[in-house]
Each structure stands twice: as structure tokens, then as C-alpha cells.
């Protein structure tokens, strides 16, 4: 988590200077000096939002917005303020990537020939993804 500012109110974002929840890999983020990062707040959402849109990430006592996913340069990125759990970036990264999917099966791509697992090539066959 890093401090970052999301620039101005734009309707329903959450904007300003807030908690930043970085999910993409250190060799994403140095490969494009660009980070995928989440904006987090301290206020509880509503219940019927809990654990569907949200994630509770207790280093920052915040809770970060899985449905406002932003590029953030690296050089805007502010100072460290905590680090999230394996399984607090887990429930953050699995509605995303529920949402990216038209299978809606973790890692599996529905396309006209079938359902492939992601990075499978025309044989069907997975490859390495690096």
C-alpha cells in the first residue's frame, strides 16, 4: 500500500490523496514504470457491498475498491504505508479477474472454438505464461 493522489472528485471515484493498493507484479511495474493500483478508504462501505466490490486490508485499517482500478506512474506513488496479507490481495484480485474473464472461471477465456485456459495456444494447450 502507498499513498496516492487520485486527483479530483469525478462522480462516484474516489479521489484525493488516499491509500493505494498495488496489484500488479514488481516486473509488470518495472517493465512499464506503471503500477495497477486499487484507491482504498476508511469508510466501511454498506453491508451490501462488503466483500463483493471491497477489501478489507488491515495494514491501512481501509478498504480497497476492487470495481475503480487505475495505472498509477510509479513516480507519483507516495511513501509506503503498509503491506496487504497474501489473502487480502487474493480477495482483491479475484473479483477483477471474475470480471475480465467471459468464462467467469478463473483463468479459462470463452472464445467461438470452446473455453481455453488463458495463454492456451490453437492446440488448447497451455503455455508457460511468464
Same mark, same amino acid.
Not at 454498506?46 to 481501509?62: C, F, K, L, M, P
Not at 467471459?102 to 503455455?127: D, E, M, N, V
Given at each position: 500500500? !502507498? ?14 490523496r488516499r491509500p493505494a493498493l498495488i496489484i500488479s507484479t514488481d516486473e509488470f511495474n518495472q517493465?512499464?514504470? +506503471? %503500477?495497477? *493500483? ?16 471491497? *477489501? ?7 478498504w480497497a475498491s476492487t470495481r475503480q482500478i487505475k495505472t498509477a506512474h510509479q513516480s507519483r506513488?507516495?511513501? *509506503? ?20 474473464? +467471459? %468464462? !467467469? ?5 470463452? +472464445?467461438?472454438?470452446? +473455453? ?15
Amino acid at each position: 500500500m !502507498h499513498d496516492y493522489d487520485f486527483g479530483p472528485d469525478n462522480g462516484a471515484e474516489l479521489s484525493g490523496r488516499r491509500p493505494a493498493l498495488i496489484i500488479s507484479t514488481d516486473e509488470f511495474n518495472q517493465a512499464y514504470n +506503471t %503500477a495497477l *493500483v486499487l484507491p482504498a478508504s476508511r469508510t466501511m462501505p454498506a453491508e451490501r457491498y462488503r466483500n463483493q466490490q471491497h *477489501v478489507y486490508i488491515t495494514a491501512t485499517d481501509s478498504w480497497a475498491s476492487t470495481r475503480q482500478i487505475k495505472t498509477a506512474h510509479q513516480s507519483r506513488l507516495g511513501s *509506503v504505508m503498509g503491506q496487504a496479507s497474501p489473502s487480502e490481495l487474493t480477495g482483491a484480485i479475484e473479483p477483477l479477474a471474475r470480471r475480465f474473464t +467471459t %468464462a !467467469h472461471r478463473l483463468g479459462f477465456i470463452l +472464445t467461438s472454438a470452446g +473455453t481455453f485456459p488463458i495463454g492456451a495456444g490453437r492446440s488448447g494447450r497451455s503455455k508457460l505464461l511468464r
